[in-house]
């Protein structure tokens, strides 16, 4: 029970620079509903531009054949991205950019319905912070914390 905990050493957690955050990232695949199709998180040393192909992989694209057009914001621009999803099927990608004019927060159409899943799942206590000591165990509870949303849609009376 003295010993050091293993676990920053078998899935470390990183910083981000730009973005000024330290731990990790999440990176969801979602429908035009909202339905969460994929997740990977990483550490927040890792670009978004390089955790997009952890997310667009063959998996993916076997389990979801009918996607054809992916929105991203500006943070998933480049070669990197387009490569990925090329290599995986052809998915086009478009980028959803701000106007240079906005300030602040601004409503994007496309985007917003990813912003709105995250805040699904931000609800869940366990997902407000980084508890987790795995990146495999973080993006399961994602998956549990959509698969609790999904089933309060199909039983609204129920309490679950």
Known sequence: QGGAQ???????????????IKG????????????LLNVAVHPASIQDRD????????????????????YADGGYQGPRVRAAAAKTGNWK??????SDKAKGFVVLPKRWVVE????WISRNRRLARDFER???TAAAFIRLAMIRIMLRRLAPNHSL
């Open 116 to 119: 709105r899943t995250l805040a």
């Open 134 to 136: 795995y990146a495999r």
């Open 93 to 98: 990608i478009e980028i959803v950019k701000r």
């Open 6 to 20: 293993r676990g920053a050493l078998l899935d470390p957690s990183g910083y981000d620079a730009g973005k000024k």
């Open 51 to 70: 955790g997009a192909a952890l997310v667009l992989d063959k998996r993916t694209r076997r389990l979801f054949p009918f996607i054809e057009r992916i």
């Open 24 to 35: 990790r990232k999440r990176h969801i695949l979602v429908d035009t509903l909202g339905l």
